[in-house]
C-alpha cells in the first residue's frame, strides 16, 4: 500500500525551532519525528512512501537517506507551496490507484488497516480518520450520518457553535479518482476546497472515528511538549531511546549524573549528558545528547535539544530549547515558549 506524506509546510507555529530545522525533523523524546512516522507507516504496511516537500526538504531527505529502511522512498520538491491539495496533485504521477494521505505531523498509533476496511465495505472515494478533542476550533469538525458518511465539513468553528468534538485526524484514503477534483499546478487546499466539494457533488465520502487510539498534532509549542511528556509518561505507546535505569528514568550512554542530583521521572537524558550537583531534572523533561546541567540548575517539564547547557542556578520550565542554547547562571527563564537553535539566555523573568 501507498502512502503520501505532506512535510512541506513552514511550521510557522513552532518558530524559531522551525528556522533551522524542518517540523519533520524535530525530535520527539530524542528521536526525530519523521523516523517515527515511518516506522508507524511501515508497522501499518504501507510499502512505498511519497514525501511531498517544500520548505528545507534536505535534513528530511537525508535523515532517511540513511535510514534502513523497508519501505520505497519518493521525494517531491514543490518549487512553490501547493498547500495540501496541490501537493498530493502534484505527486499524480507516481500515486497507484489507491493511496493513503498524510498530513506529516500527527503522532498516532490510528490502524490504517480499520480506515482501509471502512473505505471498503462503504465503497468510499474518500475516508478520512477522526479523533475526537476538548477544544474543536482550532481544526476541522466532521459530522457523519449514522453510516459514517459525512454530512458537513467545518474548518475551525468556534467552540460554542462546534456540531461535534470529533476532527480531522490528517489521514485520508483515496481513490485516485479523486485527483480529477483537484486543480493542477496550483495552490489548493483539501480542507477548504476538496473536501466541501465532494459534500456538494454528493461523492461517497465517509469518516471513521478512532476514540483510543493515540493522536497528537505537533505543530504547536505546547503540543510538541506534549507529544515529548506522552511518549514519556507511556501515554503515547511508542519507543524510548535509552536504558531505563530507574522506574521513568531513561539515559542514553554515557550519562554522568551527580550523587547530589534529584532525577524525577519521567525522564529522559540522552547520550552524554552531564547533571552536575544539586541540579534537579524533571519531573517530565527530555534532554537531547551532551546537554549540561550545571550545579544546582532546575530543568522541568521541558525538552532541550542536544548541546544545550543550563547554567548554574537556572530555572527552566515548560520551554522547549533547541540545539546548542546557553543559559546564563541564574536565569530563570521565561516559560511555556520556544528558544531557537543557538540562543544565548541571559535574561529570563523573576523567579
Ligand atoms: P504552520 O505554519 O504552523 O501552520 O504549520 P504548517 O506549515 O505545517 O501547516 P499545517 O500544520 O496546516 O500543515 C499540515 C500538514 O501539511 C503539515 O504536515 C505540513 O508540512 C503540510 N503542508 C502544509 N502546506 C504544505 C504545502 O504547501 N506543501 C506540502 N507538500 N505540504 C504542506
Known amino acids: 500500500m501507498q502512502a503520501l506524506v505532506l512535510v512541506g509546510g513552514f511550521g510557522t507555529r513552532l518558530r524559531p525551532l522551525t528556522y533551522h530545522v524542518p517540523k519533520a525533523m524535530v525530535p520527539i523524546a530524542n528521536i526525530p519525528f519523521i523516523e517515527r512516522f515511518v516506522d508507524y507507516l511501515e508497522a501499518n504496511g504501507i510499502t512505498h512512501i511519497i514525501f511531498a516537500m517544500g520548505y528545507l526538504p534536505d535534513p528530511i531527505a537525508n535523515h532517511l537517506a540513511k535510514r534502513n529502511s523497508k519501505a ?32 506529516g505531523d500527527v503522532l498516532t498509533t490510528i490502524p490504517l488497516r480499520e480506515i482501509l476496511k471502512v473505505h471498503e465495505q462503504k465503497g468510499a472515494l474518500v475516508t478520512i480518520a477522526l479523533t475526537p478533542v476538548d477544544d474543536p476550533s482550532r481544526y476541522g469538525v466532521v459530522v457523519t450520518d449514522e453510516d459514517g458518511r459525512v454530512q458537513a465539513f467545518i474548518e475551525k468553528p468556534p467552540k460554542e457553535t462546534a456540531p461535534s468534538n470529533l476532527i480531522n485526524a490528517g489521514i485520508y484514503l483515496y481513490e ?14 483539501v480542507e477548504r476546497g476538496l473536501y466541501p466539494k465532494l459534500l456538494e ?12 487510539d493515540y493522536w497528537l498534532d505537533i505543530g504547536k509549542v505546547e503540543h510538541y511538549l506534549q507529544a515529548n511528556f506522552d511518549v514519556l509518561s507511556r501515554k503515547a505507546p511508542m519507543p524510548i531511546a535509552g536504558k531505563e535505569i530507574q522506574q521513568g528514568v531513561w539515559v542514553g550512554k554515557g550519562v554522568e549524573i551527580s550523587s547530589t542530583a534529584k532525577v524525577s521521572p519521567p525522564v529522559l537524558l540522552g547520550d552524554g549528558c552531564v547533571i ?76
Do not use: M
Request: proline residues 5%; aromatic residues 8%.
Open 201 to 212: 457533488v454528493d461523492a461517497p465520502f465517509y469518516a471513521v472515528a478512532f476514540h483510543d
Open 72 to 103: 520505497k522512498y519518493d521525494f517531491i520538491v514543490e518549487e512553490q507551496p501547493l498547500d495540501t491539495g496541490g501537493a498530493i496533485k502534484n505527486a499524480e504521477a507516481l500515486l497507484s490507484d489507491r493511496f493513503f494521505v498524510f498530513n
Open 176 to 189: 485516485r479518482e479523486v485527483l480529477k477534483h483537484i486543480p493542477a499546478g496550483q495552490p489548493y487546499s
Open 276 to 351: 552536575e550537583d544539586g541540579a534537579t531534572v524533571g519531573p517530565f523533561a527530555v534532554l537531547g545528547n551532551r546537554v549540561t546541567v550545571k550545579r544546582n540548575a532546575i530543568v522541568r517539564e521541558s525538552v532541550l535539544w542536544e548541546g544545550c547547557i543550563v547554567g548554574e542556578e537556572a530555572i527552566v520550565t515548560r520551554c522547549v530549547l533547541g540545539s546548542h542554547c546557553e543559559i546564563e547562571a541564574n536565569v530563570n527563564v521565561e516559560p511555556d515558549r520556544a528558544y531557537g537553535c543557538g540562543e544565548r539566555i541571559t535574561a529570563g523573568v523573576p523567579a
